[in-house]
C-alpha cells in the first residue's frame, strides 16, 4: 500500500454460528500475494473468535496480534475500534483490512465508522458481507423449530435473533448462506429468495464451509444507496392509499385505491413489488410484498392485536403508524419473523408549529402532504411468502377510526427512541450462547 492511498476494508457479519470465523481462517490461507490484515471484533471477557484464528497460524498471539508466515496479520480489539483502526493503519503495512463485527450486531454501523471518523481518512469501504447460518434462517422464517430464538449480549441483555438476522442480511452488499448442506435444496432456495426480497441487488452466494472466493470477498461491492427491499417497496408506489375525509367511505376507498395503486388481486403486473429485483422468487417460491397505506389513524389495542400477531407468511414488515390517541406521535413499526415492536420516532411533521412545517416542506417538496392530515399516515410494508394480502389489509382496515377520535394509547410511548414489544419470542427450551462462550470452529 503506497503512502496516501486509502485500505479498502470489508466488515463481515453474521450471527454467532454462522460461520464468520471458518470463513476467517479460509481467508487468511487463501489471502495469496494479498498481505491482509483481521480485525476480530467481538464482546466477552475472552474473545474466542482470536482464539481460534489463532490456531491455525503459525505464531501465536502476542499484545494482540497474530503475524502469519504469509504477511497477513491478524489483530483482537483491544481498545475501541476507531483507536484500534487508525493505529493499525500507522503501525503496519497491509493491503486490506476486514473487520468482524460481533455476533450481535450488524455490519453497517460498523461500516459508518469508516465513514464518518478520522478513520476515513485512511480507509474506504469496499463491502458489507453477512454470513447466514442457512439452517437457521430456513427454521426462523420458514416455520420450523430454530434451536434458538434469541441472541444474547455480554452484558446479558437479548434482543430478537430475528431480527438480528433480517439487519444483517438488510446491511449486506454480500451474502454468504452457509451451511447449505444443511437445508434441502428447497430449502435453500427458498432462504436465498427470501435474501434477495429483503436486499434486492446483493451479491448471494451459497457454500457448505465458509470457503467463499477470495477475490469476491474482497471486491469492491459497497453501495451505499443500495435498496433494502422494504423501503425500495415504499418509493416505488404512487398515491396516499386513501384519506377521505368521510371515515364511512374508508373501506370502499381504499379498496379503490389498492386497485389503482397495485395492492389488489385483480391484476398481478400491478403489484406493489419489484418483479424485475426478484422474478424467481415470486414466480416460484411467493416470496411477494405489498404496501398499505391509509390517511386514517389506527385504534391502539387493535392496531396492536393485528401487528403483534401476524401470520407466519409474513417475514418482514415496517413502516409508519398514525395512531388514535397519540395523534402528534409519528411511530414506526418493525417484524421479524416473531418479534415485532413499536417505537416513537418523534412528532409528525404536521405536530410542529407551522413555520417549522413550512421550512420542512420547503426542504423536502418530496414529502408526502395531504390538506387535511399533513404528513400523518399509516404506511407499513410486508414481505413474505404466500401472503393473505387483502386478509392483512381488512384486519387492518377493521381497527381505523376517525381522525381525532377518542382513544387510550397509553401502552405507546411517546418520547423519541422508545418504543414498546408487541411480539417476543420466548426463551423456552433452549441454551442462548453469548459473545463470548459460543465457538464457531468447524463451519
Not at 83 to 103: K, Q
Not at 389 to 394: F, K, R, S, T, Y
Amino acid at each position: 500500500m503506497n503512502a496516501g492511498e486509502t485500505i479498502p476494508v470489508t466488515v463481515l457479519g453474521g450471527s454467532l454460528g454462522a460461520g464468520k470465523t471458518t470463513l476467517l481462517n479460509h481467508l487468511l490461507t487463501h489471502a495469496g500475494d494479498r498481505d491482509i490484515a483481521v480485525l476480530v471484533n467481538d464482546m466477552g471477557s475472552v474473545n474466542v473468535d482470536a482464539e481460534l484464528v489463532a490456531e491455525e497460524s503459525d505464531l501465536a498471539v502476542g499484545n494482540g496480534v497474530t503475524e502469519l508466515s504469509n504477511g497477513c496479520i491478524c489483530c483482537e480489539l483491544q481498545d475501541d475500534l476507531e483507536t484500534a483502526v487508525v493505529r493499525l493503519a500507522r503501525e503496519r503495512s497491509f493491503d486490506h483490512l476486514v473487520v468482524e463485527a460481533s455476533g450481535v450486531s450488524e455490519p453497517g454501523p460498523v461500516a459508518r465508522l469508516f465513514v464518518t471518523s478520522r478513520a476515513a481518512a485512511r480507509y474506504d469501504v469496499a463491502g458489507l458481507a453477512t454470513v447466514v447460518d442457512s439452517r437457521l434462517f430456513a427454521d426462523t422464517f420458514g416455520g420450523g423449530d430454530p434451536d434458538r430464538t434469541v441472541a444474547e449480549e455480554g452484558d446479558g441483555s437479548v434482543r430478537p435473533l430475528s431480527d438480528l438476522l433480517v439487519e444483517q442480511v438488510e446491511s449486506a452488499d454480500l451474502v454468504v448462506l452457509n451451511k447449505r448442506d444443511l437445508v434441502s435444496d428447497a430449502e435453500l432456495a427458498a432462504v436465498r429468495d427470501a435474501v434477495e426480497a429483503l436486499r434486492p441487488g446483493a451479491t448471494v452466494v451459497e457454500t457448505a464451509h465458509g470457503d467463499v472466493d477470495v477475490d469476491l470477498l474482497l471486491s469492491d461491492l459497497h453501495d451505499p444507496d443500495a435498496p433494502v427491499g422494504w423501503r425500495a417497496a415504499l418509493e416505488d408506489g404512487t398515491g396516499d392509499g386513501g384519506g377521505e375525509d368521510d371515515h364511512a367511505e374508508h373501506a370502499d376507498a381504499d379498496r379503490d385505491d389498492r386497485d389503482d395503486h397495485g395492492h389488489g388481486h385483480s391484476d398481478h403486473s400491478d403489484h406493489d413489488h419489484d418483479h424485475d429485483e426478484t422474478p424467481h422468487a415470486e414466480a416460484t417460491y411467493g416470496v411477494t410484498s405489498f404496501v398499505y397505506r391509509r390517511r386514517a389513524p389506527l385504534d391502539p389495542d387493535g392496531a396492536a392485536a393485528v401487528l403483534g400477531d401476524l401470520p407466519d407468511s409474513v417475514v418482514r414488515a415496517k413502516g409508519s403508524l398514525w395512531v388514535a390517541g397519540a395523534e402528534d406521535v409519528h411511530y414506526t413499526y418493525s417484524q421479524a419473523g416473531p418479534s415485532a415492536y413499536v417505537a416513537a420516532a418523534g412528532p409528525w411533521v404536521a405536530s410542529r408549529p407551522e413555520f417549522e412545517q413550512d421550512t420542512y416542506r420547503r426542504n423536502h417538496p418530496e414529502l408526502d402532504w395531504h390538506d387535511d392530515h399533513g404528513d400523518r399516515r399509516t404506511e407499513l410494508v410486508f414481505i413474505g411468502r404466500g401472503m393473505d394480502e387483502a386478509a392483512l389489509a381488512a384486519a387492518l382496515d377493521a381497527h381505523l377510526l376517525d381522525p381525532g377520535a377518542s382513544a387510550d394509547a397509553g401502552d405507546y410511548p411517546t418520547e423519541p427512541g422508545a418504543e414498546v414489544a408487541l411480539a417476543e419470542p420466548t426463551r423456552e427450551r433452549e441454551s442462548v450462547p453469548t459473545a463470548g462462550a459460543a465457538s464457531e470452529s468447524g463451519r
